[in-house]
Structure formats: structure tokens, C-alpha cells
């Protein structure tokens, strides 16, 4: 099943099993100056952060006022969110989100091609 296919529960339920034994990698001088914008399916939830927990989870008003932000400013060519996303490098390319979870989820809900990112170690 493609990533497109899943719905977000079950997207975070994926990332929350596969991201446990993740390794953050240190991240270069070079790619933590400044942002930089990168797809969404680059990006995986925290199994660390409450927002995977399946007790507490996503807050759906949330992530539909981040959509829909998203959603008009992609359409008006403006940045997508005010904040980039913070992440941390992880071994084979991807990133670990560290902040930005909702906006990361209305960014997949609005089918963003790419977010603004800020990379830092974990």
C-alpha cells in the first residue's frame, strides 16, 4: 500500500512501529544552515511525541485549520506555514519530525508536494 492510500491513523501507526529503532544521523553544517523544502513523505512522526500516541493522538480541528491554510497558500504561490518544520537527519535520507507534527499532517491532508523544513540534530 502506497503511502497516498493510507489514511493519516494509520499512517502515524506505521511510522510509530517502523520509527522506533530509527537512527538520527548528525547533520552536516551545511544542511542546518537555513531551510530548505523537502516532501512530506520524507518526514516521519515521532514515536516520542504525544501526537502518535494512539490515547491522545492528532488533534483533527487542528490539522484541518493547518490544511486549509495550506491548501490557500499553495494556491497563492505564498510559503505553505509561517515555521518550517523541525527535523532531525535519519539514516538513509528521510527525517524524524522533532516540531511541526500538525502542520506536517495538514501538509499530506492538502497534498503539499513539498514543506519548508529546518534541519537540526536530535
Not at 490515547?55 to 499553495?74: C, E, F, L
Not at 505553505?80 to 523541525?86: A, H, L, R, S
Request: with cysteine; glycine share 4%.
Amino acid at each position: 500500500m502506497s503511502l497516498e492510500e493510507l489514511s493519516l491513523t494509520q499512517r502515524i501507526a506505521q511510522d510509530r512501529e517502523s520509527m522506533k529503532d530509527c537512527t538520527p544521523v548528525k547533520a552536516s553544517p551545511f544542511e542546518k544552515i537555513g531551510s530548505k523544502k523537502i516532501s512530506p513523505d520524507k518526514l516521519h512522526a515521532n514515536p516520542d511525541d504525544e501526537f502518535t500516541d494512539p490515547n491522545i493522538g492528532p488533534n483533527d480541528s487542528i490539522v484541518s485549520n493547518y490544511s486549509s491554510i495550506a491548501r490557500k497558500n499553495y494556491y497563492l504561490k505564498l510559503p505553505v506555514y509561517d515555521e518550517p518544520i523541525i527535523v532531525s537527519k535519519l539514516k538513509g535520507g528521510d527525517y524524524l519530525i522533532l516540531n511541526g507534527h500538525h502542520r506536517w499532517a495538514g501538509a499530506i491532508e492538502a497534498h503539499i508536494p513539498k514543506v519548508r523544513v529546518q534541519i537540526t540534530d536530535y
